[in-house]
C-alpha cells in the first residue's frame, strides 16, 4: 500500500487519467474529488466489498437445485 501525506487542494494521479483531489478536512472527515473517464467503475470500499460477496454467494451452485429445475423443465428437442 501506498501511504501519502496531502494537503487540501493537493492530490494525486493514478495512470495519466484518473486525478484525485483533497478538497477540504471537517469534523473528522475528509471530503474528495476524482475526475475519471466514464467507463471507469469508481465504488465505495463498503459497496465494492458488498458487490464482491453477492458475485461470489450468486456462482455457488447447489447441485440439488439444479436437478430439481432440470426435472421440472421442458425436456429439449432431441438432435436428430
Not at 492530490?11 to 495519466?16: S, W
Not at 426435472?71 to 429439449?76: D, N
Amino acid at each position: 500500500m501506498l501511504v501519502l501525506t496531502r494537503k487540501i487542494g493537493e492530490g494525486l494521479v493514478i495512470d495519466e487519467d484518473i486525478r484525485i483531489t483533497l478538497l477540504e478536512e471537517r469534523d473528522g472527515k475528509i471530503r474528495i474529488g476524482i475526475e475519471a473517464p466514464k467507463d471507469k467503475k469508481i465504488y465505495r470500499q463498503e459497496i465494492y466489498d458488498r458487490i464482491c460477496q453477492e458475485n461470489q454467494a450468486a456462482s455457488q451452485w447447489d447441485l440439488r437445485k439444479l436437478d430439481a429445475l432440470q426435472a421440472v423443465l421442458p425436456a429439449g428437442k432431441e438432435s436428430e
